[in-house]
Every structure is written in structure tokens, then in C-alpha cells.
């Protein structure tokens, strides 16, 4: 029965639900309200206005009894319901945001048949479509084209352009943009440095959705060299071509790419400081999700790494190993791309006799401890190799081995050709063959060469490591370390070097042959060790004329057989290619393969720096 006030809440609680079949004495004066809500409703669920009336029977200490459990319960309940909703539904991209990137240098030529510099290829791989690109693997596929014929001969290329095809400013694209294009390239007026690409080459416009392209002679790498970018006649046609360098719209150009030209802001000076692109609406693979790009422009990398440490810009086109371990790792993601390049030794026998000598070089190749360097200069961030063609290069053969580091056979070899460790002394020597003429002992000839690299730490690295490793073995090894001004035209261009450390960018349009035939002896040719050899010339030739790439692969096997044969090169290693980004950017784990830098564009259209949560099937 209920007389008394029992000052607890649980008694109150359940006996104001009760449907209590007691007697009820008269109430005490402070008991009204309960018992005149008993009365009113005999329900056991209670109603809203009961509820309501809940707190004026509650002392201080129920009522925060009564609000914990309900915000415990609340919070349970909100907790559940954003796990469920996590587990059952998934992140996507969504359009919006920026992403602010670093480059090395200044834009000068944001043209496709005039660019010559990373920075001008950057800007063009987002505002300018070719009829054919790279996807993120490295595969040609695709663009500004819905596909392609190739005849069986491999000489006749035919292209039908995808429908409703729009430059930024609205004007359609046609088939005569493409000719526009190609005669430019071929006009030596322009100075393209793509002319050669295209000789032999003719063009013909079959109706204003298909064009046709006819080889002289059967090329397979041809369709890569149709990423180029296709500019708008109508733009450049009243534009003379000798002075198509100095136009505004090399600055402000009129693309089809998944972005446009927004702003630029100049210094005092007139060099750029910041170009602004935006994500364009007509893109023929869609929008981009990321609204805007900002690129800011720094002299070195050394002032670009400080920028990216300091939050002023989200990514950096490259990182040198050496900045690694400089940025915060956890704000900032290492992309490991691959990248067609290689570090290697080349000799110039012309400069230096013993290095005529095969055995000599065999001596210096098996004396070279390359994970040494691969672990010391690379952090490991790389591949040890054994000749120019890399893995996932057409002719490439994991059983083309060079000799393992060996500074014991290395020793055996030198002792053949008689040089010999004097009892005093750290360098091998042998007697001179010179005669003295006033019968006085002629001093013995001491064992040197002269190692050649440009000024980069990772060079100075290498080049460290194997002065010793050569030193060890009793070669005395003076460096000499060329700046970056000198480095192309007193060194390259003249070939003034007995050995030289240096890294080579692999175009794999062209393959090895602009590095190894004899005809590429003299500068602009890049055969740095001047070698002129009638076995590789040969198998260059065949390779070069294949019309399909299993063609390629025996000629290619060939020489690079007979290049570890004759030890004109010591191949080192192949970097990876480190690209830092925010973690915050998406959409670049696809990116495996590049071929240039700007490549670590090509699917800019799919990065993303916002997302939404959509319910999952």
C-alpha cells in the first residue's frame, strides 16, 4: 500500500506504472500530483503528458540519475548507429577542394610541339589532349580518339575522334586541329623539337571525324609518339610561325585537358610565381573531382622541400633521397613510381689507354660493391641492374646477369696485366717503358684514373663509394666533381672524361639506340662511352626497324649480350622515382609506371581530396 513517501526512486517509478488493485489511502498533501496521474491513466505504458509530469516528483539526485541513463543510452545508441552506417556504406570520391604542388624551375613554353622542360610538360599533361595517352600503368590507350585501325603492314594509321569534342573555349575540335598540328611540328620555322618524330610521316583528313596517318616505313613505337598535344588552329593559325615562340597563348594556352587556365601571378622580375588551373566542365573523361591546382615555382629542390616541410605546398614533382627522412611521414605519403631511368659507369677508352683494355674494365666492373651503394645512397629505394634495358621494357631478360661483386678476382685481374702492389705504397704500379737518358732510374708508372660526375649529392655519393671500393684494390681514383652549368657543355658535349658516373632517361619509343650506336658518338648523340661496335650496331638496326615488339626482343637480347661482353659500362642502378603528396590526396594508387614526370599526371582527373559516405549494396 502506498502511505508513506519512500524517497526512492524505484519504488516511485514502478508504482507510478503500477495498475494497483489496493486500497489507496488519502493522500498527504505533497503526494497530490502522483496519485491525481494514478487516477487519470491506469495504462502501463505511460502517456506523453504523464511523462511530462515525470520531474515534479523527482528530487535532485533522481532526476541526474535519470538524465545519465539517458544520455548513456543516447550515446549508445548514436555509437551503433555510426558503426552500422560505417560498416554499411563506403567512402567515394566528391568534387570540391585544392591541391597546391611544387615544380622545379620556371613555365616558358606551355606548348606541346615546343616544350622542352619538365615543367612546360607538367602544365601541358592537365591542359592539353593528345589522340592517344599513358594511362596510370603505363599503357597506351585512348584520348582525344574513340579508337584506331592499323593496316597490316603496320604503315597506315586510322583515328576517328571521340563526338562533341570541345576546346576550353567552347569551340568544337576536328579533324583539321590534328593537321593544324602535325604541319606545325613538320614547319621548320617552329623549331619543334618533335620534327624528326613525324618525318616521313603524312596526314590526311578523311572527314572531319577521322584522320589517317601513312608511314614511310613500318615504326612500332609510332602510336606513342601521338600523345602529343593537339593545339587549336583557330587559335594559332593568323600567328607567324617564326615568332610562335613569343605568344601569349604559350602562357595562356587554349587546351582540351581536364583542366583550363585560370590565373598566373608574375614577379618584379616577370618569371611566374603561381599558376592556377580549374578543373574543366567538358572534359571528355569527365570532370575532375579536384576543383582547383595551384603550382608554385622554386629554383632548387633544397627551397621546394622546405616549402613542402613548411605546409606550403602539398607535393613536390620529385624528392631526392637525400631529403627522405626530412618530412614528417606521417602528413606526407612517398609514392614509389617506376621510372625508366638508370645511374651507370661509362669509360672513354680515348682518354685513357688502360681502359682499352677489356680485362682492365672487367677489373673495375667486379670491384664495384653496387648494395652498398643501391642501400647506402638509396636507402633501397631502387633495383641493382646489369644492363640499359629495365624491367618491364620490352627485351628485357632477367638472365642477362653481370658478375657478382668479386674485389679478390678483381685483384687476379690487374695482377694478368701486371700491375703489381708495391712493398711501400697503397696503388699498384708497373715499370715505365720509357728510357732514361741520363741513365737514372725511371719512376714506375702508377695505376689511375680520373672518375667524372656532376655535382648532386646522390652522385657525390656514389662516386665516394667507388673510389674507395677501386682504392682498395690498389687503383688510385681522383674525383672530379662538375657543377650543374658546366657539367653538359664542357664535359658531355666534349666528351672530356676518362670516367664518368652518370644517369640516363630512357625514352622507350626509341629504346636503347640514341645511347649505344656508334652514330650517337658525337654530342647531341648520348653515347657516352663512345662506342662503335658492328655486332650491337647491327642488332640497334634490327631492333629499331621491328615492326612489332616480340620483333625487337632477340636483337635486343643480342646486344645486350654482347655489351656485358665488352664491359664499356658498369650498370648500376635504377631509382625508383619518389613523388610526395599529402596523404590527404586520393586517387593515385594506381600510379605504377612512368615514362616522364609529367606522366605522374595522367590520371589527374580521377585524384580526389574530398569524399561522401554512400550506402553500400
Known amino acids: ?61 533522481e532526476k541526474l540519475r535519470l538524465i545519465i541513463v539517458l544520455l548513456i543510452f543516447l550515446g549508445s545508441s548514436l555509437t551503433l548507429g555510426w558503426r ?44 592539353f589532349s593528345g589522340l592517344m595517352k599513358f594511362d596510370e600503368q603505363g599503357e ?74 601513312e608511314l614511310e616505313k613500318a615504326f612500332a613505337p609510332f602510336l606513342s609518339i601521338l600523345t602529343v598535344g593537339i593545339i587549336p588552329e583557330h587559335a594559332w593559325y593568323s600567328i607567324p610561325a617564326f615568332s610562335a615562340a613569343l605568344s ?14 585560370k590565373t598566373l601571378t608574375k614577379d618584379t622580375n616577370g618569371n611566374i610565381k603561381n599558376y592556377t588551373v580549374e578543373a574543366y566542365d567538358n572534359y571528355h573523361f569527365g570532370r575532375p573531382y579536384i576543383s582547383e591546382i595551384n603550382f608554385k615555382f622554386y629554383p632548387d629542390f633544397e627551397t621546394g622541400v622546405i616549402a613542402l616541410q613548411n605546409k606550403n605546398i602539398d607535393g613536390l614533382i620529385y624528392l631526392p633521397k637525400e631529403y627522405k627522412d626530412t618530412l614528417d611521414q606521417g602528413r606526407i605519403k612517398f609514392n614509389n613510381l617506376q621510372f625508366p631511368q638508370y645511374t651507370a659507369v661509362f669509360f672513354n677508352p680515348q682518354n685513357n689507354e688502360e681502359l682499352k683494355e677489356n680485362k682492365f674494365r672487367q677489373a673495375l666492373a667486379l670491384s664495384i660493391d653496387k648494395e652498398r651503394i643501391l642501400n647506402e645512397v638509396l636507402g633501397g629505394d631502387g633495383q641493382i ?10 627485351g628485357y631478360d ?56 656532376i655535382d648532386q649529392s646522390e652522385n657525390v655519393r656514389v662516386v665516394s663509394i667507388i673510389q674507395e671500393n677501386w682504392e682498395s684494390i690498389g687503383i688510385k681514383t681522383n674525383l672530379n666533381i662538375v657543377s650543374k652549368e658546366r657539367i653538359r657543355k664542357d664535359v658531355i658535349e666534349t666528351r672530356d672524361y676518362e670516367i664518368l658516373v652518370f644517369g640516363e632517361v630512357i625514352n622507350t619509343n626509341s629504346g636503347p639506340y640514341p645511347f ?11 653515347n657516352l662511352s663512345v662506342l662503335a661496335n658492328k655486332d650491337i650496331d647491327d642488332a640497334l ?45 586520393k586517387g593515385l594508387d594506381s600510379l605504377q609506371f612512368i615514362n616522364l614526370p609529367a606522366d605522374r599526371l595522367n590520371n589527374v582527373n580521377a585524384w580526389y581530396v574530398k569524399t561522401k559516405r554512400v550506402l553500400s549494396n
Open 248 to 261: 601569349d597563348l604559350n602562357i595562356r594556352p587554349i587546351g582540351s585537358g581536364p583542366y583550363k587556365v
Open 1 to 61: 500500500m502506498l502511505r508513506k513517501k519512500s524517497g526512492k526512486f524505484s519504488g516511485q517509478f514502478f508504482s507510478f506504472f503500477q495498475k494497483s488493485k489496493d486500497k489507496i489511502l488519502p493522500p498527504e498533501p505533497e503526494d497530490v500530483n502522483q496519485q491525481l496521474i494514478l487516477k487519470l491513466n491506469k495504462k502501463k505504458v505511460p502517456s506523453l503528458g504523464q511523462i511530462k509530469q515525470l520531474p515534479k516528483f523527482l528530487n535532485k539526485g
Open 84 to 127: 552500422f552506417y560505417l560498416k554499411n556504406s563506403i567512402a567515394i570520391p566528391k568534387q570540391g577542394g585544392s591541391y597546391t604542388e611544387g615544380l622545379i624551375g620556371s613555365p616558358r613554353l606551355i606548348n606541346p610541339i615546343l616544350a622542352t622542360n619538365d615543367v612546360d610538360r607538367d602544365l601541358i599533361n592537365l591542359l
Open 140 to 213: 597506351l590507350v585512348p584520348d582525344l580518339a574513340s579508337g584506331y585501325t592499323i593496316d597490316a603492314e603496320q604503315k597506315v594509321y586510322t583515328f576517328e575522334l571521340r563526338p562533341n569534342l570541345e576546346w576550353h573555349d567552347g569551340t568544337p575540335i576536328t579533324v583539321d586541329d590534328v593537321l593544324f598540328t602535325v604541319s606545325s611540328i613538320k614547319n621548320s620555322e617552329y623549331k619543334s623539337p618533335l620534327k624528326n618524330s613525324f618525318a616521313g610521316v603524312t596526314v590526311t583528313k578523311i572527314n572531319n571525324k577521322t584522320v589517317q596517318f
Open 516 to 526: 649505344w650506336h656508334s652514330s650517337q658518338n658525337q654530342y647531341p648523340g648520348l
Open 398 to 453: 632477367p638472365e642477362v646477369k653481370a658478375p657478382e661483386f668479386d674485389p679478390e678476382a678483381a685483384k687476379a685481374l690487374l695482377e694478368e696485366l701486371e700491375w703489381q702492389m708495391p712493398d711501400e705504397g697503397n696503388f699498384r704500379t708497373k715499370p715505365s717503358e720509357e728510357e732514361s737518358e741520363d741513365e737514372e732510374e725511371v719512376a714506375p708508372l702508377e695505376l689511375t684514373v680520373n672518375l667524372t660526375t
Open 385 to 394: 641492374i646489369h644492363s640499359p634495358i629495365l624491367p618491364g621494357m620490352v
Open 541 to 585: 638496326d634490327i631492333s629499331r626497324a621491328a615492326k612489332t615488339n616480340e620483333e625487337k626482343i632477340q636483337p635486343l637480347k643480342t646486344f645486350q649480350e654482347k655489351l656485358l661482353e665488352l664491359n664499356f659500362s658498369i650498370f648500376l642502378y635504377n631509382p625508383t622515382y619518389t613523388y610526395p603528396t599529402v596523404k590527404k590526396l
